[in-house]
């Protein structure tokens, strides 16, 4: 009987497997990258404000404390933006004709709210206290990153629903004391899981990683 396929068929057959399993490893990684990467993330993105306020002068150079602009992150999920009244408290008195500042004091004359941007903006579908973070021990920087030192602001990170289950299941990671959560300079101690899972039996911190905690 003769032969129906060619002897290099074997060789061919194997190169062919060999190199979809690498295409496929490659898409693979690609597609993990974009998903991950600042592309789709907005991860280190600085988003267009009609201000260009600068956390880094506001908090670093000035001595401002977030709960002043952002008012209700302690007792409510919404931390707040800062209303007009807030900026022109001080910005009436310096700063007060300084053209970066007009569409504040437009806003002050038409009572018209200022169309900030959000920079971390969670999808409808998920919902998110920033009281109870707070009131647990989860400082400002763990989420937000050192915004002190940003003169634009701009996410740190991805807040994708892994990286906030990394939390979730081991909160005495990342746990601080209540009275460093505006800390943006705190720095753990050297021992943070031991330290940590005291905070966690003290703060009554449960490790929530059902569905229904953020998915309501």
Request: proline residues 5%.
């Amino acid at each position: 009987m003769s032969q129906i396929f060619y002897r290099s068929t074997n060789t061919i057959a194997k190169v062919s497997i060999v190199a979809i399993v690498f295409l496929l490893g490659g898409l693979i990684t690609v597609a993990y990258t974009l998903d991950r990467g600042s592309y789709n993330s907005d991860v280190a993105v600085v988003k267009e404000q009609p201000v260009p306020f600068s956390h880094k002068h506001h908090v670093t150079d000035d001595g401002i404390d977030c709960r002043y602009c952002h008012t209700s992150v302690e007792t409510s999920h919404y931390a707040g933006l800062p209303a007009t009244e807030i900026c022109m408290s001080c910005h009436s008195q310096i700063w007060s004709n300084a053209n970066v500042l007009e569409p504040v004091r437009a806003s002050w004359r038409t009572g018209e709210s200022i169309a900030w941007t959000r920079v971390h903006d969670l999808p409808e579908f998920v919902y998110f206290n920033h009281s109870i973070h707070v009131n647990k021990g989860i400082g400002c920087a763990s989420c937000h990153g050192r915004v002190d030192q940003m003169p634009l602001m701009f996410k740190v990170n991805t807040l994708y629903m892994n990286w906030c289950l990394d939390c979730h299941r081991e909160p005495e990671k990342y746990v601080r004391p209540r009275e460093q959560v505006f800390n943006m300079a705190y720095v753990p101690p050297a021992n943070q899981i031991e330290f940590g899972r005291k905070l966690v039996a003290e703060y009554h911190i449960q490790k929530l990683t059902d569905c229904y905690t953020c998915h309501r």
